[in-house]
T-cell receptor, first 112, second 114 residues
């Protein structure tokens, strides 16, 4: 079945710096790759997603890139702010396309 | 429009007790999911449902049962709770397949088994 690896597990940056989180997946049939942000004690919330027919997608300070050949995708956050501090999860669709397999998460800390 | 609502928010059980977690959504979503979240383990899928009256196993189904008698509700049951089931449980739903569309999460249920 699908396996999703996420790195790094923790990431500390200074306010204004960029942050990059990387994920790899194992099933070449996966076609949907969302990213979720979870603040402490809160629910996971979708921040951006990308489908397999697109190589890059941007939404203000957030961007996601997808390399289907290498089976990896990345989240890029520019001009980080303290409110970006949270746990970020990547996910990939399973082989049947009915569910998501999540990475183990990256704890991002942005210090001012 | 409440979205996805989970009850209860917190619960403490003794080993061997049973309980049911309720997930309700008011968005007319077809697909519903139950996850557990443990430190350093991410979100792991327990069971899911692709429509009223259907259920399917996820990655970690052992020790849990589910039912989807009504489209808006998805119940997660623990028949004989074990300390290893101490976790935060999240329910999610999506209009169509959550493997291809955003999933909307509830606020979670924090469950402790003593």
């Amino acid at each position: 079945g699908e396996n999703v690896e996420q790195h790094p597990s923790t990431l500390s940056v200074q306010e204004g710096d960029s942050a990059v989180i990387k994920c790899t997946y194992s099933d070449s049939a996966s076609n949907y790759f969302p990213w979720y942000k979870q603040e402490l004690g809160k629910r996971p919330q979708l921040i951006i997603d990308i489908r397999s027919n697109v190589g890059e997608k941007k939404d203000q300070r957030i961007a996601v890139t997808l390399n289907k050949t290498a089976k990896h995708f990345s989240l890029h956050i520019t001009e980080t702010q303290p409110e970006d501090s949270a746990v970020y999860f990547c996910a990939a669709s399973d082989e049947a396309g009915t569910a998501l397999i999540f990475g183990k998460g990256t704890t991002l800390s942005v210090s001012s | 429009n409440a979205g996805v609502t989970q009850t209860p928010k917190f619960r403490v059980l003794k080993t061997g007790q049973s309980m049911t977690l309720l997930c309700a959504q008011d968005m007319n979503h077809e697909y519903m999911y139950w996850y557990r979240q443990d430190p350093g383990m991410g979100l792991r899928l327990i069971h899911y449902s692709v429509g009223e009256g259907t259920t399917a196993k996820g990655e970690v189904p052992d020790g849990y049962n589910v039912s989807r008698l009504k489209k808006q509700n998805f119940l997660l049951g623990l028949e004989s709770a074990a300390p290893s089931q101490t976790s935060v449980y999240f329910c999610a739903s999506s209009y169509y397949t959550g493997g291809n569309q955003p999933q909307h999460f509830g606020d979670g249920t924090r469950l402790s088994i003593l």
